[in-house]
């Protein structure tokens, strides 16, 4: 089965340099959510994207942006980046029916980045 | 390779009664393992990590290293505990963390 694709794996930049990370959802999902994980921390969400409308915002700075398609993939915009930005940024999808369920979320691999 | 497995993709108790989400990992170091909660449309939460062995609204989980297990349990299931659960496993010098695929728990009146 497809799973959440996140391109690229790896990144390298330099400071002050920008960056665009890119999620590709789970077919049919209509969620993203992006999550900055920091050496030994744990994620941190970002925000969300559902029906490509921001559905929710978290601890992301104001250098970073993010958007979702037409085709419902997402790209995290990164730009003047700093040593501390240095992490992975896992991406998860999900499918939001019309239930009183929990949704389930499936997560990406994560693209490290790594600022120098 | 690093692994995290959760048999359970569902899981549905009575309120009251005892809940267990299984978790099992795989990996040949020294792994850090984590629950992380979901409720519905909301975004992941931590809910416990091994090393500090807290006790967070009634769940706490033992590592278990000769099992490879991470269970995460309660004695007594609120209907509030209905969600999404994720157990994680993070490379303490890598920073880079593996989830399981999730177990929802759905906890009934």
């Known amino acids: 089965a497809a799973g959440v694709i996140q391109s690229p794996r790896h990144l390298i930049k330099e400071k002050r340099e920008t960056a665009t990370l890119k999620c590709y959802p789970i077919p049919r999902h209509d969620t993203v959510y992006w999550y900055q994980q920091g050496p030994g921390q744990d994620p941190q969400f970002l925000i969300s994207?559902?029906?490509?409308?921001?559905?929710d915002k978290g601890s992301i700075p104001d250098r970073f942006s993010a958007q979702q398609f037409s085709d419902y993939h997402s790209e995290l915009n990164m730009s003047s980046l700093e040593l501390g930005d240095s992490a992975l940024y896992f991406c998860?999808?999900?499918?939001?029916?019309?239930?009183?369920?929990?949704?389930?979320?499936?997560f990406g691999p994560g693209t490290r980045l790594t600022v120098t | 390779a690093q692994r995290v497995t959760q048999p359970e993709k569902l899981l549905s108790v009575f309120k009251g009664a005892p809940v267990e989400l299984k978790c099992n990992y795989s990996?040949?170091?020294?792994?850090?393992l984590f629950w992380y909660v979901q409720y519905s449309r909301q975004r992941l939460q931590l809910l416990l990590r091994?090393?500090s062995r807290e006790s967070i609204k009634g769940f706490t989980a033992d590592l278990n290293k000769g099992e490879t297990s991470f269970h995460l349990k309660k004695p007594f299931a609120q209907e509030e505990d209905s969600a999404m659960y994720y157990c994680?496993?993070?490379?303490?010098?890598?920073?880079?963390?593996?989830f399981g695929d999730g177990t929802t728990l759905t906890v009934k009146p």
């Open positions: 091994h090393i």
């Open positions: 998860a999808s999900s499918f939001h029916t019309y239930s009183d369920r929990t949704y389930e979320q499936y």
């Open positions: 994680a496993l993070t490379y303490t010098n890598a920073g880079k963390s593996t």
């Open positions: 994207f559902y029906e490509k409308m921001q559905s």
């Open positions: 990996y040949s170091g020294s792994p850090e």
